[in-house]
């Protein structure tokens, strides 16, 4: 099972990629450096805290998982 801080590691940095994808995103599409900027930081934020509940949440899913197996004692 992963850690608060594995989650919140995990969610940072997925965060930095999805953040450089809107801010490209937004400038095209708006011209405006600071427009995406801001977007860009707004949306940081706010996905980050989904993504980290979405994981937590994930994890009290049983759904695809294996249960390791342990030796037993002979």
Not at 23 to 40: Q, R
Not at 46 to 61: G, M, P
Request: hydrophobic share 45%.
């Amino acid at each position: 099972m992963d850690t608060h801080t594995r989650s919140l590691a995990k969610a940072i940095s997925w965060r930095v990629a999805g953040t450089i994808d809107t801010m490209i995103i937004s400038w095209v599409v708006t011209g405006s450096v600071k427009l995406a900027a801001t977007i860009g930081f707004t949306e940081v934020v706010t996905k980050s805290i989904l993504y980290y509940l979405h994981e937590r949440a994930w994890l009290k899913v049983p759904y695809g998982r294996r249960v390791p197996v342990r030796p037993t004692a002979e």
